[in-house]
């Protein structure tokens, strides 16, 4: 019989676990929170993943379930290890990526490179950390945010006086040094539940307005010593998080070529998107080996570079799917992924991959094919 493998989340993450799925001959389920999402191309129950009744009967039969995003709550989850079920990034592990004051807290025990940080309940609080760093700093809400939501920067404690009063007796928000950084780089590592680990090269990204726009693989002018030092504290993350399937490392590069890190994603990441073309293995399969405690396959890149370019907005006026022909027709060596979502402004809709052997070329290509979806 087949593997059986339930994702819980209906979004493209889970609809780009589909394919790979359907090559190594699994059976795919999906619990989405809403009809017609994203992966709505599996087999898909719809229901509200907050609820263990809902969690419990979608993952009765199934041999392990994993996720599209890291929002389930530990009880759920908890309920569900406590149920004999397989749950692949556990709840040991998910608890460090569900709130980034975890997160940081967690990443300084280990000895991890981090921005300057602290956890901040008021606003003086606040007003005595911007002060201490240089008159700004990053605000971010430790929970529930992407895409740059949930993510400010300030130069005064009154500038996040809304997410102050908001919250709870005992809440907290993050507050970090602004950091200088050169470009933001990301680190991916697949670990299996018998510890195996295999790392990507480490990746250039390019964030506009907070959303990832695009990414290059392998990051350009990287040497050894970059490579080397990526892949160990993604290594370390991995390993002393206990994470299972696909985790990225999001860092920062600053001017002083140190780096530091910025966030962690325990699941497939926009950041890896590229390796679904570019390389030996995807992250998506990558991550379903991963979970399934399978063999991780070659992480190795299939040409000199890829380049990955977000399609976000999408048409105004028509759908995304009208505008292929044309934008395979232009860009013959671009591969399309779309997300089956409506547009809207700066939703992330769908993304082109290129590689080639020249990077500015590659780069003109990925950016000529995703311009035919938007606008
Ligand atoms: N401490 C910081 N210093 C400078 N820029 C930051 C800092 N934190 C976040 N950013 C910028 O904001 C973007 C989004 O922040 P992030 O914490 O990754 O939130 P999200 O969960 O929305 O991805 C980052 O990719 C980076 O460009
Ligand atoms: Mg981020």
């Not at 993604?234 to 399937?245: E, F, K, P, R, Y």
């Not at 379903?288 to 977000?310: H, I, Q, Y």
């Not at 395979?328 to 290129?354: D, E, F, I, Q």
Request: with cysteine; proline share 6%.
């Amino acid at each position: 019989m087949s593997l059986r493998v339930g994702i819980v989340g209906g979004g493209q993450l889970a609809r780009m676990m589909i394919a790979p799925a359907v090559e190594l001959g699994l059976d795919v389920r999906v619990l989405a929170e809403q009809p017609g999402m994203s992966a709505a191309i599996a087999a898909t129950a719809v229901g509200d993943y907050r609820d263990l009744e809902t969690v419990r009967a979608f993952a009765r039969d199934v041999d392990v379930i994993t996720f599209d995003h890291e929002h389930v709550p530990q009880d759920v989850l908890r309920a569900l290890v406590a149920d004999g079920v397989a749950v692949h990034p556990g709840p040991d592990a998910l608890f460090f990526a569900q709130d980034k004051l975890r997160m940081r807290t967690k990443l300084a025990e280990l000895g991890m490179p981090q921005p300057v940080w602290a956890a901040i309940s008021d606003a003086a609080g606040l007003q005595a950390f911007i002060d201490d760093n240089g008159g700004r700093a990053v605000v971010k809400t430790p929970r529930g945010g992407y895409d740059g939501k949930g993510v400010r920067v300030v130069s005064a404690a009154d500038e996040a006086a809304d997410w102050i009063d908001a919250l709870e007796p005992g809440g907290q928000l993050l507050a970090e040094e602004l950091v200088d950084f050169t470009r933001e780089l990301a680190q991916q590592v697949a670990r299996t539940p018998s510890g195996a680990t295999r790392a990507y090269p480490v990746v250039e990204t390019v964030q506009r307005g907070g959303v990832c726009a695009e990414v290059i693989a392998p990051a350009p002018r990287a040497g050894d010593r970059l490579i080397d030092l990526a892949e160990q504290i993604g290594v370390a993350i991995a390993d002393g998080l206990g994470v299972t399937g696909m985790l990225a490392v999001e860092l920062f590069e600053t001017v002083d070529e140190r780096i530091l890190i910025n966030e962690l994603a325990m699941r497939p990441h926009n950041s890896g998107h590229w390796s679904q073309d570019g390389a030996v293995t995807g992250q998506f399969e990558q991550h379903l080996r991963a979970v399934l405690d399978l063999p991780l396959g070659e992480t190795a890149p299939r040409a000199p570079w890829t380049v990955m370019v977000n399609i976000l907005g999408g048409p105004a006026d028509d759908t995304l799917e009208s505008r292929i022909p044309l934008a395979l027709a232009a860009h013959p060596a671009v591969k399309v992924h779309t997300y089956g979502k409506a547009p809207r402004p700066g939703r992330k809709v769908g993304h082109v991959n290129v590689s080639g052997v020249d990077l500015d070329a590659v780069v003109s290509d990925a950016r000529g094919a995703a311009a035919h979806f938007e606008g």
